[in-house]
C-alpha cells in the first residue's frame, strides 16, 4: 500500500480538493457560509465570504505542504511573513470568485468528459492506458472513495471553464510576431574596454575621517539581526562511541559465524550430470530399469571421461542441460540437498561419479572445476569483525541514548543538565545565530561565535533555527526541543540570551566597513576613468586595447547589462564607428561600435518565443478577466482581514 501511495504522490495533493471543494459544488457557497457561520468573516465575496476559520486552516496546509516537500526543514518566518499570508489570501479570493460564477452560470461538466480527463491522469495509467485496477489501488490506498474524488475533479474542471477559455483563445498575431522577431535579431558588431573596480582599489586611500563618515550613512547596511546564545547537546556517532566497552572474544566470533558468508567464499564446484528420471509413482520395475541404465552409463562415463558431454546429450532426461552437455555450471556448499552435495565435494576435478539417488531420479556426476574455500579465518578478520561489532553496538547505543534524550529533554523542560549528566554528554554553549543564518564570528561579541565551532553545520540547519527561533522558546527559555539534523545526528537546544537586532560598533565592522568603502571609490574611479576615456573617443582619440571584435543582439548580449546594450542599439548607425559606455556591475565598459545588421523574421531560434509570448498573455488577460469579475462579484476586503494577517503569524 505504502508503495502505491509513493509513487502516485500527485493523487495525495488532490485529497485537499476531495475534502473541500465539493463542499462548494455540492451544497453552494451560501450553504457552506452557513456551516461555518458562527466564524467570523475577513473578505466578503458576493453573497458569501471567507472566514478567518477558513483563512487560518488554509494557511496551515500550505506550511504543511512545505515542511513535507522539504524535509530537510525551511525558513518558517520567510514562509509565513505578511507577504505570503497576503499572497495567500488574494488566492482565495480569486477561488472564491471562481466558484461564485461557476455556481452562478451553473457550469457543469458531462460525463464523458470527466472520464475523458481521469483517463488521461498519468496515475491511472499502465503502459500508456487507464488501469481501472490501478485506479482502484490509489484511490483506495489514498482513502479517498471513487465517488468523492469524482465529485472533486467534476467541481475542478468546471472552475476551469471559468476562467480555461480565455487563456485558451489567446494568440499571437503573426504580424507582431514578425516585429518583435526582427527587433531581437537587429545585431551590432562591437569591441569593448572594460574598467574594472579592482583595477582602481590599490589607488584608494581612506582615512578615519572617511571610515567614520561611511559608517554613519550606511549603519542601516550593517544592523545584525536578532540573535540567540545558545546551550545544546550533540548526540552523534562520536558520543555513541565514546566510552563503548571492547566486544569480547565470544561476541566476535558469534558476529563471525553469523556473518561468515561476508568473510569467506565456500567452496563450489563446476559440475555437469546425467538424468534419468524416476516419475512419481512409478512402479519398482521402472525404477531398477532406471537405476540398471544408470550404472551403464556411469561405467561408460568413467571408462572414457571425454564422452561425458555426448553421453549427457544422447542420453539426460534433464532437457535443459543436456543440450549443453550436461553442464550445470558453479554449485555452492549449502546450495543443494545433502545427499548430492555430500556426494559431489567428495570427488575431485576430472572424476565421474557413480549412481547417485536424488530427490528428481538418479545422477551421474562429473567435475568439471573445483574451487576450495576462500577468504580470512576468523583471526585474519579480526580487526574487521571488531570494528563492525563496534559499530553494531554503537548503533544500538546511539538508538537508546536518542531515546532517552528525548525523554530527558522534555521531562526536564527548564536545563539540558539533567540529559548531558544522565547520557555522559558534554553541555556546550554558541552564540551568534539568528533566524536568517549564523552571524559571522568577527562580528560576535563573545568568544563562542557558532560560526568557528565544531559544530556550525548543524547549528546552521534551518529546523535547528527554526526551533530556537520558535516564540515561545524566545520567550521562555526553555528547551527548544530534540531535532534530528540526520539519521545519525542529532540536537538537543535551549535559548540561553537573547540580543536584539542592532548596529554593532564601528570598531566591531571596521574589516567590511573598509572592504565596502574601498570598493566603493574604486568603482567611482573607474566610473571616472571609464567616462574620460569615452569623451577622448568621441573626440576623436584613437581607440587603444579594445577586446576582439564580437556581435551583440536583443536576444544575446555577453559582457553587457541591459542598460548598455539598449544604449548600443540605440545609437544611430548612420556613422560608424561610434563609441558608447555605461557603469556595469564590475566598473565600467565601454564599447565600439563598428557594424550594423538588420534583423530578420523567420529565426529558427526563436521558434519557442511565440509560445512562451502566448502563455505570458495568456495569463495577463487571465488576470485582467479575473479583476473584472472581482469587481462583479463586490469583492470587499473587510478590516478584519489585516488583523488576520498580522497577528496570525503570532497564534503558533
Not at 108 to 122: E, G, K, Q, W
Not at 252 to 272: C, F, H, M, T
Not at 507 to 514: C, G, L, M, N, S
Given at each position: 500500500?505504502?508503495?502505491?501511495?509513493?509513487?502516485?504522490?500527485?493523487?495525495?495533493?488532490?485529497?485537499?480538493?476531495?475534502?473541500?471543494?465539493?463542499?462548494?459544488?455540492?451544497?453552494?457557497v451560501?450553504?457552506?457560509?452557513s456551516?461555518?457561520?458562527?466564524d467570523?468573516?475577513?473578505?466578503?465575496?458576493?453573497?458569501?465570504?471567507?472566514?478567518?476559520?477558513?483563512?487560518d486552516?488554509?494557511?496551515r496546509?500550505?506550511?504543511?505542504?512545505?515542511?513535507?516537500?522539504?524535509?530537510?526543514?525551511?525558513?518558517?518566518?520567510?514562509?509565513?511573513s505578511?507577504?505570503?499570508?497576503?499572497?495567500?489570501?488574494?488566492?482565495?479570493?480569486?477561488?472564491?470568485v471562481?466558484?461564485?460564477?461557476?455556481?452562478?452560470?451553473?457550469?457543469?461538466?458531462?460525463?464523458?468528459?470527466?472520464?475523458?480527463?481521469i483517463?488521461?491522469?498519468p496515475?491511472?495509467?499502465?503502459?500508456?492506458?487507464?488501469?481501472?485496477?490501478?485506479?482502484?489501488?490509489v484511490?483506495a490506498?489514498a482513502?479517498?472513495?471513487?465517488?468523492?474524488?469524482e465529485?472533486?475533479?467534476?467541481?475542478?474542471?468546471?472552475l476551469?471553464?471559468?476562467?480555461?477559455?480565455v487563456?485558451a483563445?489567446?494568440?499571437?498575431?503573426?504580424?507582431?510576431?514578425?516585429?518583435?522577431?526582427?527587433?531581437?535579431?537587429?545585431?551590432?558588431?562591437?569591441?569593448t574596454?572594460?574598467?574594472?573596480?579592482?583595477?582602481?582599489?590599490?589607488?584608494?586611500?581612506?582615512?578615519?575621517?572617511?571610515?567614520?563618515?561611511?559608517?554613519?550613512?550606511?549603519?542601516?547596511s550593517l544592523?545584525?539581526?536578532?540573535?540567540?546564545?545558545?546551550?545544546?547537546?550533540l548526540l552523534?556517532?562520536a558520543?555513541?562511541f565514546?566510552?563503548?566497552?571492547t566486544?569480547?572474544?565470544?561476541?566476535?566470533?558469534q558476529?563471525?559465524?553469523?556473518?561468515?558468508?561476508?568473510?569467506?567464499?565456500?567452496?563450489?564446484?563446476?559440475?555437469?550430470?546425467?538424468?534419468?528420471?524416476?516419475?512419481?509413482?512409478?512402479?519398482?520395475?521402472?525404477?531398477e530399469?532406471?537405476?540398471?541404465?544408470?550404472?551403464?552409463?556411469?561405467?561408460?562415463?568413467?571408462?572414457n571421461?571425454?564422452?561425458?558431454?555426448?553421453?549427457a546429450?544422447?542420453?539426460?532426461?534433464?532437457e535443459g542441460?543436456a543440450?549443453?552437455g550436461?553442464?550445470?555450471?558453479w554449485?555452492s556448499?549449502?546450495?543443494?540437498?545433502?545427499?548430492?552435495e555430500?556426494?559431489?565435494?567428495?570427488?575431485?576435478k576430472?572424476?565421474?561419479s557413480?549412481?547417485?539417488?536424488?530427490?528428481?531420479?538418479?545422477?551421474?556426476f562429473?567435475?568439471?572445476?573445483?574451487?576450495?574455500?576462500?577468504g580470512?579465518?576468523?583471526?585474519q578478520?579480526?580487526?574487521?569483525v571488531?570494528?563492525?561489532?563496534r559499530?553494531?553496538?554503537?548503533?544500538?547505543r546511539?538508538?537508546?541514548?536518542?531515546?532517552?534524550?528525548?525523554?530527558?529533554?522534555?521531562d526536564?523542560?527548564?536545563?539540558?543538565?539533567?540529559?548531558?549528566?544522565?547520557?555522559?554528554l558534554?553541555?556546550?554553549?554558541?552564540?551568534?545565530?539568528s533566524?536568517?543564518?549564523?552571524i559571522?564570528?568577527?562580528?560576535?561579541?563573545?568568544?563562542?561565535?557558532a560560526a568557528?565551532?565544531?559544530?556550525?553545520?548543524?547549528?546552521?540547519?534551518?529546523?535547528?533555527?527554526?526551533?530556537?527561533f520558535?516564540?515561545?522558546?524566545l520567550?521562555?527559555?526553555?528547551?527548544?526541543?530534540v531535532v534530528?539534523?540526520?539519521p545519525?545526528?542529532l540536537?538537543a537546544?535551549?535559548?540561553?540570551?537573547?540580543?536584539?537586532?542592532?548596529?554593532?560598533?564601528?570598531?566591531?565592522?571596521?574589516t567590511?566597513?573598509?572592504?565596502?568603502?574601498?570598493?566603493?571609490?574604486?568603482?567611482?574611479?573607474?566610473?571616472?576613468?571609464?567616462?574620460?576615456?569615452?569623451?577622448?573617443?568621441?573626440?576623436?582619440?584613437e581607440?587603444e586595447?579594445?577586446?576582439?571584435?564580437?556581435a551583440?543582439?536583443?536576444?544575446?548580449f555577453?559582457?553587457?547589462?541591459?542598460?548598455?546594450?539598449?544604449?548600443?542599439l540605440a545609437?544611430?548607425v548612420?556613422?560608424?564607428?561610434?563609441y558608447?559606455?555605461?557603469?556595469?556591475?564590475?566598473?565600467y565598459?565601454?564599447?565600439?561600435i563598428?557594424?550594423?545588421?538588420?534583423?530578420?523574421?523567420?529565426n529558427?531560434?526563436?521558434?519557442?518565443?511565440?509560445?512562451q509570448?502566448?502563455?505570458?498573455?495568456?495569463?495577463?488577460?487571465?488576470?485582467a478577466?479575473?479583476?473584472?469579475?472581482?469587481?462583479?462579484?463586490?469583492?470587499?476586503?473587510?478590516?478584519?482581514?489585516?488583523?488576520?494577517?498580522?497577528?496570525?503569524?503570532?497564534?503558533e
Amino acid at each position: 500500500m505504502f508503495e502505491i501511495i509513493r509513487k502516485n504522490q500527485r493523487v495525495m495533493q488532490l485529497v485537499l480538493l476531495v475534502l473541500i471543494l465539493p463542499s462548494f459544488i455540492l451544497i453552494g457557497v451560501s450553504g457552506y457560509s452557513s456551516y461555518v457561520s458562527g466564524d467570523s468573516d475577513i473578505v466578503k465575496v458576493g453573497d458569501s465570504a471567507i472566514t478567518s476559520q477558513e483563512f487560518d486552516r488554509a494557511r496551515r496546509m500550505q506550511l504543511d505542504d512545505m515542511q513535507r516537500n522539504n524535509p530537510s526543514g525551511f525558513d518558517l518566518a520567510q514562509a509565513d511573513s505578511l507577504e505570503s499570508r497576503r499572497a495567500l489570501l488574494e488566492s482565495l479570493i480569486d477561488q472564491r470568485v471562481q466558484i461564485e460564477v461557476a455556481t452562478a452560470d451553473r457550469f457543469n461538466v458531462s460525463d464523458i468528459a470527466l472520464r475523458d480527463h481521469i483517463a488521461t491522469m498519468p496515475e491511472f495509467q499502465e503502459n500508456g492506458v487507464f488501469s481501472p485496477t490501478l485506479y482502484s489501488q490509489v484511490l483506495a490506498s489514498a482513502g479517498i472513495d471513487a465517488r468523492d474524488f469524482e465529485q472533486s475533479q467534476r467541481g475542478q474542471l468546471a472552475l476551469q471553464r471559468v476562467l480555461g477559455p480565455v487563456a485558451a483563445s489567446t494568440s499571437m498575431l503573426p504580424s507582431v510576431m514578425n516585429k518583435l522577431e526582427i527587433a531581437l535579431t537587429e545585431e551590432r558588431g562591437v569591441r569593448t574596454r572594460r574598467f574594472l573596480t579592482r583595477d582602481f582599489e590599490p589607488q584608494v586611500q581612506i582615512s578615519d575621517a572617511d571610515l567614520q563618515a561611511w559608517y554613519d550613512a550606511n549603519k542601516q547596511s550593517l544592523e545584525l539581526p536578532q540573535q540567540v546564545k545558545v546551550e545544546y547537546l550533540l548526540l552523534n556517532e562520536a558520543a555513541a562511541f565514546k566510552d563503548l566497552p571492547t566486544p569480547t572474544d565470544e561476541q566476535l566470533k558469534q558476529y563471525y559465524e553469523q556473518n561468515k558468508a561476508r568473510y569467506v567464499q565456500p567452496g563450489r564446484v563446476n559440475i555437469s550430470h546425467i538424468l534419468l528420471n524416476v516419475p512419481a509413482g512409478a512402479s519398482d520395475s521402472e525404477r531398477e530399469a532406471a537405476q540398471t541404465k544408470a550404472r551403464e552409463l556411469a561405467e561408460k562415463a568413467q571408462a572414457n571421461k571425454d564422452d561425458f558431454a555426448d553421453l549427457a546429450r544422447a542420453n539426460s532426461q534433464d532437457e535443459g542441460s543436456a543440450r549443453e552437455g550436461g553442464e550445470l555450471g558453479w554449485i555452492s556448499k549449502g546450495s543443494w540437498p545433502s545427499v548430492l552435495e555430500n556426494a559431489v565435494f567428495a570427488l575431485k576435478k576430472g572424476d565421474v561419479s557413480g549412481v547417485i539417488e536424488g530427490p528428481n531420479g538418479f545422477h551421474i556426476f562429473k567435475i568439471n572445476e573445483v574451487q576450495p574455500e576462500q577468504g580470512e579465518s576468523f583471526e585474519q578478520a579480526r580487526s574487521k569483525v571488531q570494528e563492525e561489532v563496534r559499530k553494531q553496538l554503537a548503533s544500538e547505543r546511539f538508538a537508546d541514548m536518542a531515546s532517552k534524550l528525548t525523554n530527558l529533554v522534555y521531562d526536564n523542560e527548564d536545563s539540558l543538565e539533567a540529559a548531558a549528566n544522565a547520557l555522559g554528554l558534554t553541555l556546550k554553549q554558541a552564540e551568534g545565530i539568528s533566524r536568517q543564518g549564523l552571524i559571522p564570528a568577527s562580528q560576535v561579541e563573545g568568544e563562542l561565535a557558532a560560526a568557528n565551532g565544531p559544530d556550525a553545520a548543524v547549528l546552521d540547519d534551518n529546523r535547528v533555527r527554526q526551533a530556537l527561533f520558535n516564540a515561545e522558546a524566545l520567550a521562555s527559555r526553555k528547551n527548544a526541543g530534540v531535532v534530528e539534523v540526520s539519521p545519525d545526528t542529532l540536537i538537543a537546544l535551549r535559548v540561553i540570551d537573547v540580543t536584539d537586532a542592532h548596529v554593532p560598533a564601528l570598531d566591531k565592522v571596521r574589516t567590511i566597513a573598509e572592504e565596502n568603502l574601498r570598493r566603493e571609490k574604486a568603482a567611482a574611479l573607474a566610473v571616472q576613468a571609464g567616462e574620460d576615456y569615452l569623451k577622448q573617443l568621441q573626440a576623436g582619440s584613437e581607440p587603444e586595447n579594445f577586446s576582439a571584435q564580437f556581435a551583440v543582439s536583443r536576444a544575446q548580449f555577453p559582457e553587457m547589462d541591459e542598460a548598455l546594450l539598449n544604449k548600443v542599439l540605440a545609437n544611430p548607425v548612420d556613422k560608424l564607428p561610434a563609441y558608447v559606455g555605461d557603469r556595469q556591475p564590475q566598473g565600467y565598459t565601454v564599447v565600439q561600435i563598428l557594424s550594423h545588421q538588420p534583423g530578420k523574421a523567420g529565426n529558427p531560434g526563436l521558434d519557442m518565443l511565440t509560445a512562451q509570448l502566448t502563455q505570458a498573455m495568456a495569463r495577463t488577460e487571465t488576470q485582467a478577466v479575473l479583476q473584472a469579475m472581482r469587481v462583479q462579484e463586490k469583492v470587499q476586503i473587510l478590516p478584519e482581514a489585516e488583523k488576520e494577517l498580522t497577528s496570525s503569524g503570532e497564534d503558533e
